[in-house]
């Protein structure tokens, strides 16, 4: 069984670039912005 | 990923920023990007890191990845976790939009602290 994010708790931070090659963190939405996260399950 | 570009302007009227993580890398992105003009963010994890991070989850079985959903308020909490438990297990944009209107409804949990 992998690991799952609980409810309630502080979501796991993490830095990842764009396609455009742009850092994207998901701390940086902090305070600012809600952030809906899809994993998705693959574009084929 | 249509359903979400449709609803792409009602999740930014609630204040919420879209990311779609995929295990593609970054040329797979840009092709279907550019292709399908997608106005939310796209982040290639070809390495798996953050897919692992949140665990999604990888069913043999039923060849490939399982979709995941997760919202994170504005105070970095996590307030919404959907694992689909096959392809087709994807929230509507009715029950997202839904649960970010509860968070900015006043004296909900979301507020910053």
């Known amino acids: 069984m992998a690991r799952r994010v609980e409810l309630h708790t502080l979501a796991p931070d993490f830095t990842l670039l764009d396609w455009q090659g742009q850092p994207v963190q998901l701390s940086q939405f902090r305070g600012k912005q809600h952030v809906v996260l899809v994993f998705n399950r693959g574009f084929v | ?113």
Not at chain 2, 6 to 16: C, I, L
Request: net charge negative; hydrophobic share 45%.
């Open chain 2, 1 to 113: 990923m249509a359903q979400l570009r449709q609803g792409y302007s009602d999740f930014a009227a609630r204040g919420a920023e879209v990311i779609v993580v995929g295990p593609e890398d970054a040329g797979a992105f840009r092709k279907v990007w550019q292709q399908e003009q997608f106005p939310f963010i796209g982040l290639p994890d070809p390495t798996h890191s953050v897919l692992r991070l949140y665990g999604q989850e990888v069913n043999l079985f039923k060849l490939g990845r399982m979709p995941a959903q997760v919202i994170v308020d504005r105070a970095g909490m996590v307030r919404y976790v959907h694992y689909g438990h096959n392809m087709a297990d994807i929230p509507s944009n009715e029950e997202l939009l839904a649960i970010l209107d509860a968070l900015n409804a006043p004296g909900a949990p979301a507020a910053p602290v």
